[in-house]
């Protein structure tokens, strides 16, 4: 099991640099006893960065996996089980990632709210342009125009983005379930990491990396529209620089 060491709270997703120990080794991936790379999940791209060893640096190119995490640095790395690392996470890519996520968050929220209870179905996260899928939905013009607008003006407000941990039950009490897309979560599953935007602005279910902040996103631009099959469209967009330029947390997580 590999701790996620973004994952104790939003602020941790700001810390760039960790130590950690080699608990596994594949030709040209290790496992770690815990990370702050985060892996391909959620709809989310994973981080990209270093791991530097006894041998010297080795350049982490994937990262995937749910209860053990692996970390790709390619053949011949000479790690072993037991060697201490230290990582360094693509600080660039990493904040690109929350903002986009965040982002997501807003839209999905905003768009459940104005257009009659569209639920998101599906999203991917990249650095440089993201995609959500919504259904029930036609999109037209004058409502991505909508859509924008009452984004960009609630990016405008810099409301604060936390996260907690919460029961199913306690999600439901304040979310409806298909905002929150509770039906696909495993009934195993109860206790629950929640990402909130201001308090009671919009509350989901999310294990990826956020801003603490809106105003860290940038306007956001709709570029596109397309049709994924019955009642189904999705939307791209991509982001503006932020007002605010965001430096990582130095402090090593150990």
């Not at 596994?24 to 959620?42: H, I």
């Not at 999905?108 to 599906?122: I, N």
């Not at 999109?139 to 936390?162: A, P």
């Not at 902040?213 to 982001?239: C, F, V, W």
Request: contains cysteine; glycine residues 10%; proline residues 4%.
């Amino acid at each position: 099991m590999t701790e996620k060491l973004y994952l104790r709270s939003i602020e941790s997703g700001y810390h760039q640099h960790f130590s950690a120990a080699v608990t596994k080794v594949e030709a040209s991936k290790v496992v770690l006893d815990q990370t702050l790379f985060y892996p391909l999940g959620g709809g989310q791209n994973w981080d990209t960065g270093s791991l530097n060893g006894p041998n010297g640096p080795l350049e982490v190119s994937e990262v995937r996996g749910r209860d053990e995490v692996y970390h790709t640095v390619g053949e011949g790395h000479q790690l072993e089980v037991g060697d201490e690392v230290s990582g360094t996470i693509d600080w660039q890519r990493r904040h690109a990632h929350m903002r986009m996520h965040t982002a997501q968050h807003l839209v999905s929220g905003l768009v459940y709210e104005m257009f009659g209870g569209a639920r998101t179905v599906g999203n991917q996260i990249h650095s440089d342009r993201s995609r959500i899928d919504f259904n029930p939905i036609s999109f037209d013009e004058n409502m991505l125009e909508l859509l924008v607008e009452r984004t960009n003006e609630i990016i405008g407000q810099n409301l604060d983005v936390t996260d907690t941990v919460m029961t199913r039950q306690e999600v439901n009490a304040i979310m409806p379930p298909e905002r929150t897309n509770m039906d696909l979560l495993p009934a195993s599953v109860r206790q629950l990491r929640v990402v909130k935007i201001d308090d009671g602005f919009d509350l989901c279910p999310c294990a990826g990396t956020h801003v603490r902040q809106l105003g860290e996103i940038g306007n956001i631009q709709i570029l596109g529209k397309k049709s994924k099959g019955k009642g189904t469209q999705r939307i791209s967009y991509d982001l503006g620089q932020p007002a605010i330029t965001i430096t990582p947390n130095q402090d090593v997580v150990v």
